[in-house]
């Protein structure tokens, strides 16, 4: 199975700031997700996105796909203290829709 | 609101017990619930899929025998640490997939801790 990679593994920012994480994964791809973790605390979905988009949006959140680089990235913009948390991406492949997870990335937003 | 329930959401057990854990969809059916488990700052690695009146599918390297799987109804799947040790303690996360339309989206429980002593 294949498993997606988060970069950066942690991030420190201050309220107010925008805040980037990617993900890269192995192979080719049906969808991917975001999901957020609080500490200690089962995922919150985030979005999906197709194989066959490139962008989404939701509030403060904005999600890119290039699949020609096997990439995906999740902006956070305006962030909160609220924020702090761990980000994960998963993706599923072939006639699977069981997501795999990356390591994370571990947000932590200043306020 | 929440969709996927968990109970317990802790569990602090003794060297060799045996510990349940039940995973409810709320308000949807769900004939396949999969179980993952997270130990501290990493990812959550899929155990097993729970299959409504069939047998569970285990991932390589997770033993069946000590991990039971029992998925008894279209909303309800438990997942039994038998004899359970020191090392099994981690945080243990179910989901259930639910459809709208074409896209499917896998909804997460709150996640169970185990503590073994």
């Known amino acids: 199975s294949q498993q997606g990679e988060e970069d950066p593994q942690a991030l420190s920012i201050q309220e107010g700031e925008n805040a980037t994480m990617n993900c890269s994964y192995k192979t080719s791809i049906n969808n991917l997700q975001w999901y957020r973790q609080n500490s200690g605390r089962g995922l919150v979905h985030l979005i999906l996105i197709r194989s066959n988009e490139r962008e989404k949006h939701s509030g403060r959140l904005r999600v890119t796909l290039d699949t020609s680089k096997k990439s995906s990235s999740l902006l956070i913009t305006a962030s909160r203290a609220a924020d702090t948390a761990s980000y994960f991406c998963a993706t599923d492949a072939g006639g699977s829709y069981i997501p795999t997870f990356g390591r994370g990335t571990s947000l932590i937003v200043h306020p | 609101g929440a969709v996927v329930s968990q109970h317990p959401s802790r569990v602090i057990c003794k060297s060799g017990t045996s510990v349940k854990i039940e995973c409810r969809s709320l308000d949807f059916q769900a004939t396949t619930m999969f179980w993952y488990r997270q130990f501290p700052k990493q990812s959550l690695m899929l155990m097993a899929t729970?299959?409504?009146?069939?047998?569970?599918?285990?991932e390589q390297g997770v033993e069946k025998d000590k991990f039971l799987i029992n998925h008894a109804s279209l909303t309800l799947s438990t997942l039994t640490v038998t004899s359970a040790h020191p090392e099994d303690s981690s945080f243990y996360i179910c989901?259930?997939?639910?459809?709208?339309?074409?896209?499917?989206?896998?909804?997460f429980g709150p996640g169970t801790r185990l503590l073994v002593l």
């Open positions: 729970s299959n409504e009146g069939s047998k569970a599918t285990y």
């Open positions: 989901s259930a997939p639910r459809s709208s339309g074409t896209q499917e989206t896998q909804y």
